[in-house]
């Protein structure tokens, strides 16, 4: 921990339980470089394929270089970034703008606007969706996602006994505001 790479004199600083991790010249004896060929525990990247033959020739070639740095490396103005990028244009570099939802045949099974785009991939390859499960089954999805527990019969007898058609929505509420939502 406390590897900080930003900087030249940050890099050959190392990190809390290492001062070799980068050795100006020597890139046989720089802790970096055997981690990157999988040499040393843990490997890097960590728990991901080993980096090409070229990106290990390059990153020995730059330590046995003297591990020149040009500035401190810092963080860019997103505009400055994006345009450094080769692929700028990708979707993750756009700002998100608002899209209508399609028109769909299947209106009554389209609640919502994500329930409409949902249906025109159905459409497409012509897939009939499933039908509502019934509300015991739902209550008990509910309850395993959002808390892990399955409901009490209690929780399970009052929502099948509450017909104001809000029932589902009262116990979304109700879970989400619990403090055991999310605990498992």
Do not use: C
């Amino acid at each position: 921990m406390g590897l900080d790479l930003s900087g030249r004199e940050k890099a050959l600083q190392g990190s809390d339980e290492h001062n070799d991790v980068v050795i100006p010249g020597d890139a046989e004896a720089s802790l970096l470089v055997r981690k990157v060929r999988h040499q040393h525990e843990p490997e890097m990247p960590y728990q991901s394929e080993q980096l090409s033959d070229e990106e290990i020739r390059n990153l020995v070639a730059w330590v046995d270089a003297g591990a020149p740095y040009s500035s401190d490396l810092s963080i860019a103005p997103a505009d400055e970034l994006k345009s450094s990028l080769p692929n700028s244009d990708h979707w993750a570099y756009q700002p998100p703008r608002r899209t209508d939802p399609p028109r769909v045949e299947n209106q009554a099974w389209a609640r919502n606007p994500i329930d409409a785009f949902l249906e025109t991939e159905h459409e497409r390859i012509a897939l009939e969706p499933m039908p509502e499960a019934p509300k015991r089954m739902l209550l008990r999805r509910l309850y395993l996602d959002l808390t892990g527990l399955p409901p009490a019969p209690d929780q399970l007898r009052s929502f099948l006994e509450d017909r104001s058609g809000q029932a589902y929505k009262r116990v979304v509420d109700r879970l989400l505001q619990s403090p055991h939502y999310g605990e498992r």
